[in-house]
C-alpha cells in the first residue's frame, strides 16, 4: 500500500534559525496537506498543495509540491519559540483512495 | 468553526473490559475517522465512515469496531481491551468533495490507559 515516509523524526534549532521537514512518497500524489500539532494538542489543518511544483507561504512557512507529485516540503525561516509542535504531512495517491496517508511526523523542539 | 467533541479527555480501564469512545462533529461533515497515536509512529488509521451506517477498515482495525447510527456521531468500541491499545485516540471529520478529500478536524483526543 502508499507509504509516505516523512524526515527528520526530531529537530531541535536554536531561536532564528531556519527549519526543514521532508514528506516522500512512494506514489504519486494527488495533493498533499500539512498539520501541525503543538504539545498537548491535536492536528490543525494548515495547507493543502495540490499542483506539481506549487509553493505556497504562510508568513514565514512555505511549503513546497515537488515537480514529480511525490515529494513535499515544509520550511519555517528564522524559527521562533511559537512554531514548536509536531508537523505532520497527508498524501492522498493519485487514482486511489480519497482518504490521505499521515506521516510520522517530525517534531521540531526551538530553544531560546 | 468547526467542533469535534471527543466524550472523555482520560480513561482508564481493565484488561478484558468492553470500552466505547464517542465523538460527536458539528458541521454536518459526511467524513468520520478514528485514529489512533503512538510515539515515533505518528498517526495510524484505524476505521473510517463517509455516511451514516457505512464504514470502511482503516490501517490497523484488528482489535477494533465502529458504529455510526447519526451523523454527527461516530463511535470507536474496543471489544476486548488490551494493554497494547494503551494510547491516545483522536477522532476527526471532514466534508466530502467530487473527486478531492478535504481538510479534517480533529478532535482533542481521549488517552486511554488499559491495566
Known sequence: ?112 | DVKVTQSSRYLVKRTGEKVFLECVQDMDHENMFWYRQDPGLGLRLIYFSYDVKMKEKGDIPEGYSVSREKKERFSLILESASTNQTSMYLCASSFIRQGSNQPQHFGDGTRLSIL
Request: aromatic share 10%.
Open chain 1, 1 to 112: 500500500g502508499q507509504q509516505v515516509m516523512q524526515i527528520p523524526q526530531y529537530q531541535h534549532v536554536q531561536e532564528g534559525e531556519d527549519f526543514t521537514t521532508y514528506c516522500n512518497s512512494s506514489t504519486t500524489l494527488s495533493n498533499i496537506q500539512w498539520y501541525k500539532q503543538r504539545p498537548g494538542g491535536h492536528p490543525v489543518f494548515l495547507i493543502q498543495l495540490v499542483k506539481s511544483g506549487e509553493v505556497k507561504k504562510q508568513k514565514r512557512l512555505t511549503f513546497q509540491f515537488g515537480e514529480a507529485k511525490k515529494n513535499s516540503s515544509l520550511h519555517i525561516t528564522a524559527t521562533q519559540t511559537t512554531d514548536v509542535g509536531t508537523y505532520f504531512c497527508a498524501g492522498r495517491e493519485s487514482g486511489g483512495s480519497y482518504i490521505p496517508t499521515f506521516g510520522r511526523g517530525t517534531s521540531l523542539i526551538v530553544h531560546p
